[in-house]
Nanobody, 124 residues
Framework: QVQLVESGGGLVQPGGYLRLSCAASGRTFSNYDMGWFRQAPGKEREFVACVRRSGIISLSESAKGRFAMSRDNAKNTVYLQMNSLKPEDTAVYYC??????????????????WGQGTQVTVSS
C-alpha cells in the first residue's frame, strides 16, 4: 500500500512555470511506476507523464518539449516540471502509482494508487 500527496499547484500566467511534487509513503517506492495525469472540467482524465521504476520516462504529446518528469527514490518523491504553460493546461493534476510492472503505463486503469490532486490554473 502506498499513499500519495501532491503539492505545488496554483495560479500562473501563460508562459509561466510550476513544479508539482508527489510524496509517497511506504518503503518500496523504488518498485513503483509513477505517473502524472490531469483532468479538466468536463473532460476525461488524461495521461501527462510517467517514470518507470527503471527510470525510463514517457511524456504525452502535449507535454513533450515543455514538461519534464523526474523521481528521487531517496526522498520517495516524483516531480513534474511544467514550463511554457498554456491556458489549456488548466486542470487538476493527479499523481498515480503502480506496482504491477506492466508494459502499459499511460492509462488510468494501469495505476492502483492515486493522490487527491492539485489544481493548476493558467490564466492572465
Amino acid at each position: 500500500q502506498v499513499q500519495l500527496v501532491e503539492s505545488g499547484g496554483g495560479l500562473v500566467q501563460p508562459g509561466g512555470y510550476l513544479r508539482l511534487s508527489c510524496a509517497a509513503s511506504g518503503r518500496t517506492f523504488s518498485n513503483y511506476d509513477m505517473g502524472w495525469f490531469r483532468q479538466a472540467p468536463g473532460k476525461e482524465r488524461e495521461f501527462v507523464a510517467c517514470v518507470r521504476r527503471s527510470g525510463i520516462i514517457s511524456l504525452s504529446e502535449s507535454a513533450k518539449g515543455r514538461f519534464a518528469m523526474s523521481r528521487d527514490n531517496a526522498k520517495n518523491t516524483v516531480y513534474l516540471q511544467m514550463n511554457s504553460l498554456k491556458p489549456e493546461d488548466t486542470a487538476v493534476y493527479y499523481c498515480a502509482g503502480s506496482s504491477r510492472a506492466s508494459v502499459f503505463v499511460t492509462r488510468s486503469s494501469d495505476y492502483d494508487y492515486w493522490g487527491q490532486g492539485t489544481q493548476v490554473t493558467v490564466s492572465s
